[in-house]
């Protein structure tokens, strides 16, 4: 599944209509594939990240907003998952997706008990 942002540009010399494509996906994968390099440096600051933003979430939701328990272990789950990943040996797409993937859920969850 390829995503394209295709361009129009009309050349002055014979008015044809020429297309352009940027492939917006291929860029995304070629710019997280040239954090390979910083794989641990991604796993660290995703562990270090969710443990003082996301970790606090359920205590603060349940005292204040009377959020379910099921928050718990949603957000619990996610941090366990972030050290899985990380420490289980996948790819640094894998991480940075799974990273960005609880990043928002978290904040779903935030936005739904909040408003």
Wanted: aromatic share 14%; with cysteine; net charge neutral.
């Amino acid at each position: 599944m390829e995503t394209a942002i295709n361009t129009l540009i009309v050349r002055e010399d014979n008015n044809w209509l020429t297309v352009k494509e940027t492939n917006v996906w291929a860029n995304l994968m070629a710019k997280l594939d040239s954090q390979a390099d910083h794989k641990t440096v991604w796993f660290l600051f995703s562990l270090v990240f969710q443990g003082v933003f996301f970790l606090p979430i359920p205590a603060v939701l349940m005292y204040y907003y009377n959020a379910s328990i099921i928050v718990l272990p949603i957000t619990f789950g996610l941090y366990l998952a972030n050290i899985i990943v990380g420490m289980g040996g996948s790819g640094i797409r894998i991480v940075i997706g799974v990273f960005i993937f609880t990043t928002l859920v978290n904040l779903a969850m935030l936005a739904i008990c909040i408003l």
